[in-house]
Every structure is written in C-alpha cells, then in structure tokens.
C-alpha cells in the first residue's frame, strides 16, 4: 500500500489496474448539509350555541435546505479533467392548509352520526441549482476552487405542483353494533392535462360488533369479534409536474462563428387528457379477543385494481417524438395479511408479551400497455417485461443450466462456439414453443422478483423496572440479481485477481459447475446468468433494554420518570444473498449496524 517513503502506491498489485483505495480519501471530498423547517399549528373553535359542531383549521409548513459539494483533486485515480468540482443547492418548500368542520351527534343512545367536511390545499415548491465545473486552475482550496476553472456548467430548475382537495364523510352507528362509513373525495392536480385536472373517489364500510349480540352474551371467553367489509377507489399523481404539457429543451446551435442557444420541442408528446392512476379495493377482514383480550389478533383479505396506470408509452419517432405520457393498462393485487399477540405470561411484577405478523401478496398484470392491431386483445410488451396474467416485477432473462466441462460435447450443443468454462443455458423454448437446439430470445424465463411472504415476530419482557424487547423481520422467497457475481464494475476484476465476493471459478485443474472461468477479455456469453439468487433473509431488527428508575426515588427530586435504555439496530442478518445486504443495490453503502444509549427524563 506505501513506498518506502511513506506514500501511498497507486497500483499497489503491480497489475497497472487496481487502485489503491486509500488514494481515493485522499483526493476525493463530498459533503452534504441539510436544514430543515417544520412548523404546524392548528386552530379548534367548539362554539356553544352549536352543540356538536366543531371547526378545526391545520397549518403546515416544511423547508428543506440542502447542500451538496463533490470535489476531486488532480491526483484522484479517475480524474481525466486536471480536477472537478460541483455544488448543488436545492431548497424544498411544502405548505398544508386544511379546513375540517364536524358534527357529532349522539340519540338516546342508539344511533349515533359524525359527518365530517374537508377541504384543503397543497402547494409543493422545489428549486435547484447546480454549478460544475473542470480543468481547475488551482485545487489547492478544494470546492472553493470552483470559480477558477477553465470549463463551468451552470444549471437551474424550477418546479411547482399544487393540489386542491374535498372530502365528505359520514359515520353512522346503530346501537354501537353496526358501523357504517361512507366518504367521498375530490381532489385535483396541477400534474394531470387540462381535460382532466379532477379525480372522484369514492368509498364505503361496514363493521359488525358480533360480540355485542345477544346470543354471543354466554360465549364468556369471547371479548372481542368484529367482522369488516369495505370498498372504495384512491387516487396517484405521481408523476412529475408539466409531464402532460408539451416541454422545449435547449438547444445549442452556431450562426456564422457566433454561438447561440434557443429551443426546440422536446422529446414528449403533450397528452391535455391525462388523468389520475385509480386503485379500486375490496377488503375484508375479522378482529378478534379472547380471555379478556389476552389472546387477540386479526385477519383480512384484500383485492385490488389499479387501472388507468401512469406510464410512458413509446410512439413512432417519425412523429418527431419518442414517447407520450398516457393512461394505460390494469394492475391486480391480492393477498392476505394476519396478526397474532398475546399475554403469555402476565403476573404483578412480570410480563411476557409477543406478536407475530404475516403477509402475502400476490399481482399479475390485467391489461396491458400494447394491443393487438387486428383483434384488439392485449399484448405482452417485451421492451418493458410487461407480461399478460405474469406478475409485473420480474426478471426475464436466461436460465442457469451450468457449466461447460471439457468432456461435453459443446460442438454439437445449442451454444457451438461456447468453451469450457462458459456459462451454459437451458434451451427452453422455440418458435414454436418446444427447444429446438438453439439459444434464441425465445429461451428466455421468466423469473419472478417480489417476495413470496413477509413475516415479523416481536417480544417483550418485563419484570419490575427493566424491559427486554426484540425484533425479528424475515423476507422469503424473493429473487434478485446479484451483480457483484458477474459484472466487472460492481464484482472486482473477473480474471481471478481481484474479486469483490469470493467465488467458485471453474478450472481445468478444478472444474466447477456453479461459476464460469476467470477471464480477461473473452467474456463468458450470458454470464449474467449465473447472478440470480435467492435473497431471503431473516433479521434481528432492534434489540431494546430500558430500565425504570422507582417512583420512590424520583418524586423526592420533582420528577415523573426516568429511563435508562440502551438499544441496537440491524445487529444480525441470517441470508444467502452474496452481498454487503439482500436489501440493497451494488452502488448502496452497506447497512449501519447501531447502537444507542439514552436517558429520558419527564418532569
């Protein structure tokens, strides 16, 4: 890593390739600062000669202020520009103004009615703007050099979304057994095209207080049991603002020797009829108590439809347009979810509480984004791996059949110009839908990517003034493709030098038939084949221990609590997944694993 001198070797492998990281330290400074605004305040009038009425108005403010410096010196390792340097401010600007009048009224103890009136206002500001710059003159005062390069960029934005909302809601309760909920919403945005600025949504509930009947009254063990239906539609708006409207890019551009910049139409095609992405959704579910609420826990089913989707669609480029931001396609989600805690153990000076979650989903795409010129079915769109009645998240891509071995007769295999030590594939698939002794687009699989269940299981201990709490997270059946395997940027050099994962490279002398050979330049074909991996996990999310202090000792000294606790996050993640963490990307800095120590004091 060091000379003789003391400084630090640039390839310290003698390979001409491998940087020595710590020059990066050295050469390189990025800072971020950030300040941040939030202010929110309300108003609640409950006038006397209206019984039941009450006005309530919610301000909110939230400022955000950032700083972003990037600097490299003349000796960073990839500096090809003699030193770089860029700064970005961007300040965020959020507002909230909502009126809420109410009326709540209760009769003779059988019905009771809340209606409830909203409107509100939500104006969203961001500003950003960003000087680059190259060729520094001098890099001696770091990011402060900026201003003496020989090449500069300067670049604003400005963008602003606004959003207007009304909302109507009614509860209804007859004999605090049977619940009612009716709400209607409308909302419209400033993002959407000017034939469609407004979305209606509506929505209903039913509950039924089983326990409270009648002939439930000798069920004794029974405390609690609910049954819930509900079905309503809400809205999405995201995308970026002026997405509807036809935008002009800048365009650099000589007239005799003098340059100049003007506009020319960019490459989105106005769309005045886009409009808000719907999601309708059926649920439901059952609450339930038993042993005096020892035991409870709930139960629900969901089903939804996403239709009118928020996507891109690509047109003919003779247009003189790419794309057009347009409402295609229908999206469905189903799944359950459960929960489960209880009281294991519940005495005057300790307590034993747990609770475990479940939950599964499952989509698959209705209605696509292309259709059939001649019968107007829907299509598959294979540029965005878009799948009739295949879920929408995947992978569609080759499937790993092993490695070739010397002794395999590759001559006169589907892949003919593949070596030993190459990936192998599986000829899955033809043009007519059996292998037919080629490796084709065809023999492509798809591979879901979503998980197939989520699950959490958390637990408490208490005795006298110390608790013990942990928290267990686990995702299962998820596939991701691990890039640190195959891809020469993220995994390290792939000719067996230098690796980023440790890896099973095939060899004459040590044949493998899970990863292909250390190479160079001769790349082994559909190497990426090899990166897709099972990326369940199971975590150790918060471990937390607090300590009371007695009463006793602290109401002498004014005192209404103190606590003592210590606690740490992400402490262990059982996986399979060959990465830093099955949660995040190749260019994503490692999870922290955290510890703290605190003290609350309460007066």
Do not use: C
Request: hydrophobic share 35%; aromatic share 14%.
């Amino acid at each position: 890593i060091y000379d003789s001198d003391g400084k630090l070797i640039r390839y310290p492998t003698g390979d001409g390739k491998s940087v020595n990281p710590l020059l990066y330290e050295q050469t390189r400074d990025n800072e971020y600062t950030a300040e941040r605004l939030i202010l929110n305040g309300y108003l609640e009038i409950t006038p006397k000669f209206l019984p039941g009425f009450k006005y309530k108005l919610n301000a909110n403010v939230n400022s955000r202020n950032r700083e972003t410096n990037s600097f490299r010196s003349f000796e960073d390792p990839s500096s090809l520009t003699l030193g770089y340097a860029s700064i970005t401010f961007n300040k965020n600007k959020d507002y909230l103004v909502e009126n809420i009048l109410t009326y709540d009224k209760t009769i003779t103890n059988v019905h009771r009615v809340n209606i409830t009136l909203m409107q509100g206002i939500e104006p969203r500001y961001t500003y950003s703007t960003t000087s680059t710059a190259n060729q520094l003159g001098n890099d001696f005062f770091g990011i402060n050099s900026l201003g003496s390069a020989l090449q500069a960029e300067v670049g604003r934005d400005l963008t602003d979304r606004k959003m207007v909302s009304f909302m109507g809601r009614l509860n209804y309760s007859l004999f605090d057994k049977y619940l009612f909920n009716f709400t209607f919403r409308a909302d419209g945005s400033s993002v959407f095209g000017s034939s469609n600025k407004w979305g209606y949504f509506p929505s209903a509930a039913l509950a039924w207080n089983l326990h409270k009947e009648s002939f439930m009254q000798n069920l004794h063990w029974l405390n609690i049991a609910k049954i819930r239906l509900s079905y309503g539609q809400i809205g999405n708006q995201a995308i970026n603002p002026y997405g509807s409207l036809a935008i002009a890019d800048n365009a650099f551009y000589v007239t005799g020797s003098t340059p100049l910049v003007g506009y020319l139409p960019g490459s989105s095609l106005p769309n005045p009829n886009l409009k808000w992405e719907t999601t309708t959704t059926l649920n439901a579910g059952i609450d339930f108590g038993i042993f005096k609420s020892r035991l409870s826990g709930s139960i629900e089913y969901y089903k939804s439809n996403t239709t009118d989707l928020l996507v891109d669609r690509k047109i003919p480029t003779v247009l003189g347009y790419s794309n057009i931001p347009d409402n295609l396609g229908e999206i469905q989600n189903t799944g359950i979810e459960a929960s489960l805690s209880g009281y294991i153990v519940s005495t005057r000076n300790f307590t034993w509480v747990a609770t475990a979650n479940f939950s599964k989903n499952k989509n698959k795409l209705i209605k696509g984004v292309l259709q059939d010129p001649v019968t107007g079915e829907f299509i598959d769109d294979l540029a965005n791996n878009w799948f009739i009645g295949q879920p929408v998240n995947i992978y569609y891509t080759y499937k790993f059949d092993g490695i070739w071995q010397m002794d395999d007769d590759i001559a006169g295999s589907a892949q003919p110009n593949a070596r030993p030590g190459d990936v192998r594939v599986a000829d899955v698939s033809g043009p007519d839908g059996v292998p037919d002794g080629k490796i084709t687009p065809d023999d492509r699989i798809i591979i879901p990517r979503d998980p197939k269940w989520l699950g959490s299981f958390s637990s408490s201990f208490r005795f006298k003034g110390f608790e013990l709490s942990a928290d267990v997270y686990t995702v299962q059946g998820v596939t991701k493709s691990n890039q640190f395997l195959y891809e020469y940027n993220q995994g390290g050099r792939m000719d067996g030098v230098l690796n980023g994962v440790k890896r099973d490279y095939w060899t004459p002398e040590k044949p493998s038939n899970n990863y292909f050979r250390p190479h160079n330049v001769n790349y082994s074909e559909y190497r990426d084949a090899v990166g897709y991996q099972d990326a369940s996990y199971v975590r150790l999310k918060n471990v937390t221990l607090t300590y009371d202090l007695p009463q006793k000792w602290i109401k002498t000294v004014g005192l209404s609590m103190v606590r003592i606790y210590i606690s740490g996050d992400n402490l262990i993640t059982k996986t399979k997944f060959l990465s830093y963490s099955p949660e995040s990307e190749v260019d994503d800095y490692p999870e922290t694993r955290n510890y703290t120590l605190g003290l609350n004091i309460n007066f």
